[in-house]
């Protein structure tokens, strides 16, 4: 499986009174999901990778909230955001809640390119995908059920993270949307995606000999940036 582009997309639908959960394994690379092949979730899930502007940050956590829904085949960038706990002192910057905050602040410029106001700001999340190259905790998938988001696609598992030694908070995506049924807005959750480049990012940290991302080697125990850049 080269890319390991093989996903489960799990579809919920929120009424005020019903809850529907289907779940559908999807097998080759080229079936969409929304209308959106795997090979542009692959995509983004690397600007997710991209984000975290350098090759091996110790909390790696990386979002890119994309536009599907205008012209653009592939998608237009509206943000990004990565982990800002360590250099901003903020325990509630995680790569989403950093990703959204930056998403309202282009959204809402005056001097940017959408100009919208607050009110507009939020109903156009209902628009917008987020990518984020972990699971998110309950903090971050709870914002993003709270923003409305149209989609919410994820790499590394909770489960792999705490399987390579991440302290984590054990409830589940899937848990926190399953729980938000009284909230108006439908969103579609995509999990695991490119999982075989996302890993890499997470699983050094606790495990001495796990290889370094790319771009990467060890010294003193830690992952740190080559400085050839290769």
């Known amino acids: 499986m080269p890319l390991q582009l093989v996903f489960y997309a799990i579809f919920f639908c929120f009424t005020s009174?019903?809850?529907c959960h289907e779940q559908a394994?999807?097998?080759?690379?080229?079936?969409?999901?929304?209308?959106?092949?795997?090979s542009t979730r692959a995509y983004w899930m690397r600007q997710?990778?991209?984000?975290?502007?350098?090759?091996?940050?110790?909390?790696?956590?990386?979002?890119?909230?994309?536009?599907?829904?205008?012209?653009?085949?592939?998608?237009?960038?509206?943000?990004?955001?990565?982990?800002s706990i360590s250099s901003t002192g903020n325990p509630t910057l995680h790569g989403e809640i950093a990703a959204m905050n930056n998403?309202?602040?282009?959204?809402?410029d005056?001097?940017?390119?959408?100009?919208?106001?607050?009110?507009?700001?939020?109903?156009?999340?209902?628009?917008?995908?987020l990518y984020t190259n972990a699971e998110s905790c309950p903090m971050c998938a709870s914002a993003i059920r709270w923003a409305g988001f149209r989609e919410y696609i994820y790499g590394t598992s909770i489960?792999?993270?705490?399987?390579k030694g991440w302290s984590q908070i054990r409830?589940?995506?899937?848990?926190?949307?399953?729980?938000?049924?009284d909230l108006p807005s439908s969103s579609t959750l995509i999990p695991g995606v490119l999982t075989n480049e996302t890993d890499p990012y997470f699983f050094w940290q606790n495990d001495p000999a796990y290889p370094c991302p790319r771009g990467c080697s060890r010294?003193?125990?830690s992952c740190q940036a080559n400085s050839d850049g290769k």
Do not use: M, W
């Open 171 to 181: 409830i589940s995506s899937v848990e926190v949307f399953r729980q938000s049924l």
């Open 48 to 83: 997710a990778n991209l984000a975290l502007g350098e090759p091996c940050p110790y909390a790696a956590f990386g979002t890119v909230i994309v536009n599907h829904t205008g012209n653009s085949e592939l998608g237009e960038l509206v943000c990004a955001g990565a982990n």
């Open 159 to 163: 489960d792999a993270l705490i399987a």
């Open 17 to 19: 009174l019903v809850f």
């Open 25 to 38: 394994t999807i097998k080759e690379s080229t079936l969409p999901i929304n209308g959106i092949p795997s």
């Open 219 to 221: 010294v003193e125990g």
């Open 110 to 129: 005056p001097s940017g390119p959408y100009k919208l106001s607050p009110s507009e700001a939020l109903a156009a999340f209902a628009n917008l995908t």
């Open 103 to 108: 998403c309202t602040s282009i959204l809402t």
